[in-house]
């Protein structure tokens, strides 16, 4: 079974980073999608930022664009989430997601938790 650990969450102030990372027990050269998704309290899972064996180009939220950067480390099967400049909004549990299909199914990490505090 396909397993993500996230790690790399705490409590930062306004301004400040943070870099995220999920390691996988597994890591496909293609065929493979990586995303980082958020949920605040009372709202809905929203999409950070994905990659993915198909696109050179990485997708952001507009409300992340130019602060957050996603990257892979192929050798080390982890995904990172580099945050600066982080604002309150941010505040959320961040979850890391996994796309193996067709080889392999869909998975979600546990969730870590960002704070930022103004």
């Known amino acids: 079974e396909v397993q993500l650990v996230e790690s790399g969450g705490g409590l930062v102030q306004v301004g400040g980073s943070l870099r995220l990372s999920c390691t996988t027990s597994v890591f496909l050269f293609e065929d493979y999608a990586f995303g980082w998704f958020r949920q605040a309290p009372g709202k809905k899972r929203e999409a950070v930022s994905c990659i993915s064996s198909s696109d050179d180009s990485a997708y952001y939220a507009d409300s992340v664009k130019g602060r957050f950067t996603i990257s892979s480390d192929n050798t080390k099967k982890t995904v990172y989430l580099q945050m600066n400049n982080l604002k309150p909004e941010d505040t959320a549990v961040y979850y890391c997601?996994?796309?193996?299909?067709?080889?392999?199914?869909?998975?979600w990490g546990q969730g870590t938790q960002v704070t930022v505090s103004s």
């Open positions: 997601y996994a796309d193996y299909r067709p080889v392999l199914g869909s998975y």
